[in-house]
């Protein structure tokens, strides 16, 4: 019973979310955060690569909009980048539609700043330099430090 239970619950996790990909603008394509990495970030709404686990400031946001690609969830910066959703995702102009052609290629993730940084202090300056606290609130998934007693801590630098 136990193991039935589980393998329904892997396959809703494997299955349930890939469709949420196809109600925004490139959703198959969103570039991959992490430096030094390529590829597409599958679950576009959560922190992990693949989906699942909990959602990101972008997730939040499309469930807020309930999981469709608005004018409102296109013009909003979820990361605080300084770049709204529908830049990053290929809509400028917010205008696509589920189903619709793309104007655009996607530039960016936008739950994820990816503006460049060396450390943690260049993230603090560049939030006193911009106003933005995408940088250190939002760090790229493989900046976040696993610890045996708090889970994954924004912001650590992996060792």
């Known amino acids: 019973m136990l193991k039935s239970f589980f393998v329904v619950q892997f396959i809703g996790v494997c299955f ?18 992490c430096s030094n990495t390529s590829g597409v970030w599958k679950g576009v709404g959560h922190n992990v690569e693949g989906g699942g686990g909990p959602r990101n400031v972008f997730g939040k ?27 990053e995702l290929g809509d400028p102009n917010c205008t696509w539609t589920e189903g619709s052609p793309v104007p655009g290629n996607a530039t960016g993730h936008p739950a994820q700043s990816q503006q460049p ?32 007693d708090m889970g994954v801590r ?6």
């Open 16 to 33: 349930a979310f890939p469709g949420y990909r196809s109600r925004i603008p490139n959703g198959m394509n969103v570039p991959n955060p």
């Open 154 to 159: 924004p912001g650590a630098q992996e060792e």
């Open 117 to 148: 940084r060396k450390s943690e202090t260049e993230g603090i300056q560049n939030q006193d330099k911009t106003g933005t606290k995408a940088n250190k609130q939002n760090p790229p998934p493989h900046e976040k430090k696993r610890t045996p």
């Open 61 to 87: 946001a499309f469930l807020e909009a309930k999981k469709v690609w608005t004018k409102e969830l296109c013009q909003a910066d979820s990361d605080t980048d300084g770049k709204t959703n529908g830049e």
